[in-house]
């Protein structure tokens, strides 16, 4: 216990400088203990949503309503503006869910993600979210369908989304070979402006086929001046769960304040002992 206190109080420090509204959870996931801030106020969801989108088609695939090879057709409803490519390619197409879901989460694709909810269903997301343990966190909305803010917008809270990690991490979310493939997915992650930006370079140069010095497992959401970053970082044989929700900050200061909690993450971790 000693140990993660000094974790923590190196977060309390970084915690005192911050600007703007955050919800923080910090959890190590071998021993469960944690360290929080406003927990469980609401945020807008942005592109976090898509982390119980995936683990839904994941749940779809357990039951044998679809499979990951299933071909399924870009339609022009789906094609919405924001991240990713499908907007610009031409409806008809058909791609595997597989490749959709990667879309979904590396690539922040808006469209994939829509047409992975048209595939799966609302009631199947809502339902999986409870069984995440998603008690607070709400799903109402296809993406960039409305204009934000209105009401009955998706939302999540830091204990949410730090409980969705904490059950793909654990095996638990649909089992441990769906969990592998989805942590597989989100170490892909290719927006490393936030969490992950201030740490050294994961691969050391002049040796080939080194264990990297880190991974991160993650996904990040950002809209207006709303930005989040959440998910599990591993360094050598710990994993610490990290979830960060922000709002009313430019992004080049919510960045630079997502930079210094990945890093104090990191140090602490490197840490003997």
Known sequence: MARIESLFRKLDEWKSTLPGTWGLVVEDLQTGTRWTVNEDRLFYAASLIKVPIMAAVYREEAAGRLTLEEEWPLSLEDQVGGSGILQHLSPGIRLPIRDLVTLMIIQSDNTATNMLIRRVGTETIRKTMVE???????????????????????????????????????????????????IRTLKKQQDAAGLPSLLPPKHP??????QPLWEWAHKTGQVNRILHDAGILYVGGRALSVTALSEGLDIRTARSCLGELGL??????REPG
């Open 264 to 269: 104090r993450a990191y140090e602490w971790m």
């Open 205 to 210: 140069e002049g040796i080939v086929g080194l």
């Open 132 to 182: 995440l343990g998603m008690r607070h966190s709400r799903f109402h909305n296809p993406l960039m369908i409305v204009p934000y803010p209105l009401e009955n917008v998706n939302v999540v809270t830091a204990a949410d989304m730090a409980a969705c990690f904490r059950r793909i991490a654990r095996g638990e979310a649909v089992s441990l070979h769906a969990s592998r493939r989805m």
